[in-house]
């Protein structure tokens, strides 16, 4: 079935400095991958959505400049938080899919901002 | 591990026809349950959730009640609407060691007729 590579799954950065998640679709294209960010406890919030080979469509609220999304191709489409602080630590997750209705999402990834 | 099973799809209903999605899961803690909605073209959306058993989550006509006792959340609405059309995603979130990192079904499409 179709899979999406989320890496890495767990990374402790320093305030101030920046983080790449990448996330890949392994066997299948997608025009669309969807990110989100969950605090504890609570339910996803999508950030974005991520068009190849445009810009990104942000959710109202979330920082452009900050949560940086590239979507180069039709498996890579990746998301930098820049500058980052410890408000920004976060469970990250993205997705991808949609033919036949089935979405798959990636692993996740758990950034700590120290 | 974690891990959430929802019924295969497409379901396929008449407008206002009863609808169940079957959910089960498997928590290692005592996971809050969730039940998200994709609409064609956009992110997830949370339809509804619940925190702890006999809890019922209600939102638009949707019900889903936390049964422990089973392991399942499945979703109901008593009347069908063609603009209910979607993919819908059974989710828990589990404290696991403090990460609550989330697991989500493979989604359930929903084709609504006229």
């Known amino acids: 079935g179709a899979v999406v590579s989320q890496h890495p799954s767990r990374v402790i950065c320093k305030s101030g400095t920046s983080v790449k998640i990448e996330c890949r679709s392994l066997?299948?294209?997608?025009?669309?991958m969807f990110w989100y960010r969950q605090f504890p406890k609570q339910s996803l919030m999508l950030m974005a959505t991520?068009?190849?080979?445009?810009?990104?469509?942000?959710e109202q609220g979330v920082e452009k400049d900050k949560f940086l999304i590239n979507h180069a191709s039709l498996t890579l489409s990746t998301l930098t938080v820049t500058s980052a602080h410890p408000e920004d630590s976060s469970f990250y997750i993205c997705?991808?899919?949609?033919?036949?209705?089935?979405?798959?999402f990636g692993s996740g990834t758990r950034l700590t901002v120290v | 591990g974690n891990s959430v099973t929802q019924m295969e799809g497409p379901v396929t209903l008449s407008e206002e026809a009863f609808l169940t999605i079957n959910c089960t899961y498997t928590a290692t803690g005592y996971p809050s349950l969730f039940w998200y909605v994709q609409y064609p073209g956009e992110g997830l959306q949370l339809l509804l959730k619940a925190t702890k058993a006999d809890d019922k989550g209600s939102n638009k006509g949707f019900e889903a009640t936390y049964r422990k006792e089973t392991t399942s959340f499945h979703l109901e609405k008593g009347s069908v609407q063609v603009s209910d059309s979607a993919v819908y995603f059974c989710?828990?979130?589990?404290?696991?060691?403090?990460?609550?990192?989330?697991?989500f079904g493979r989604g359930t499409s929903l084709i609504v007729h006229p």
């Open positions: 991520s068009n190849e080979g445009s810009k990104a469509t942000y």
């Open positions: 066997d299948f294209q997608a025009t669309t």
């Open positions: 997705s991808a899919g949609g033919q036949g209705g089935g979405y798959t």
């Open positions: 989710a828990l979130s589990d404290s696991g060691g403090g990460s609550y990192i989330p697991t």
